[in-house]
């Protein structure tokens, strides 16, 4: 499906316009509201887990617990392509000075893990209920204590300026010795499309680079689930970061959320 803008664009950007809209994505923007407390399969940020009695809480290979960094209700989610729309999927992530990021294997889940189940059970019967065994985290993005249930809305947006695909796309355009015309336009497309924030798909935002461009695969990794920092620092990623989960869109077909990249990073 091809998309186009309605409003107007500034001069710098009007001339690439089809460009431009040739990127265009559906994604889901994600409003997170700090609450006390969120039923067991609500969509959050924080907060305790849906977990069946029959699965095993997740752990590091050390034994040490992770912790739930969010859980999506697809129920309570728009549609869009490729995601499912019912299940829920949860992502964990481990209370240590990288939050459980590994440079060298990004996409080796043991200080991380993503789990999804098909099938949802409201019956607290078979449900873990009682978490009473997990320690206090030492170090997470959210601020202990804080959970926050999500509100989803759809939209539409270009590529962004930090996506290494970016340049591939727009430097061409501009002749050798042009660099100065092409960062001035770089300035006003970041000005004018405000880069995204917490969402599911889409295109990704960082404060460094994307390390999807050092990356040796057939098949890229497409946007899962983005969480940003947030202005009142009840999420703060190091310093004022942002957290991306990817995957293969051929993996999110199957529903195969064995191999994810995680990666977060900070100014």
Not at 12 to 38: C, D, M, N, W
Not at 96 to 103: A, C, E, P, S, V
Not at 144 to 166: E, H, N, W
Not at 211 to 230: F, G, K, M, V
Request: aromatic share 16%; hydrophobic share 35%; glycine share 6%.
């Amino acid at each position: 499906m091809s998309y186009k803008f309605t409003a107007e664009l500034p001069d710098l950007l009007e001339p690439l316009r089809e460009k431009i809209e040739a990127t265009l994505q559906p994604y889901i923007a994600i409003e997170p509201e700090f609450v006390s407390e969120t039923t067991w399969t609500q969509s959050k940020f924080g907060g305790l887990p849906y977990l069946p009695k029959a699965v095993e809480y997740p752990k590091t290979p050390e034994g040490d617990y992770l912790f739930l960094l969010a859980q999506i209700n697809f129920a309570e989610v728009p549609t869009l392509e490729n995601l499912p729309n019912q299940g829920i999927l949860q992502f964990y992530i481990a209370s240590d000075d990288l939050y459980g990021m590994n440079f060298e294997n990004m996409n080796r889940q043991a200080g991380f893990r993503v789990l999804y189940f098909p099938d949802v059970s409201d019956r607290s019967d078979d449900l873990v209920t009682d978490f009473s065994f997990l320690p206090e985290p030492d170090d997470l993005p959210m601020e202990k204590g804080i959970t926050a249930r999500l509100q989803f809305t759809s939209k539409i947006a270009p590529i962004s300026v930090g996506d290494y695909q970016f340049p591939v796309i727009f430097k061409p355009e501009f002749a050798e010795g042009e660099e100065e015309s092409y960062w001035e336009f770089l300035e006003e497309y970041e000005e004018f499309f405000e880069p995204g924030s917490h969402q599911l798909g889409g295109y990704p935002y960082f404060t460094q680079s994307d390390p999807r461009e050092n990356i040796d695969t057939e098949e890229a990794y497409r946007l899962l689930l983005q969480i940003d920092s947030t202005d009142d620092d009840k999420i703060m990623w190091g310093d004022v970061g942002i957290g991306n989960f990817f995957i293969k869109t051929s993996a999110l077909k199957k529903l195969d959320f064995t191999d994810v990249l995680y990666n977060w990073d900070c100014g």
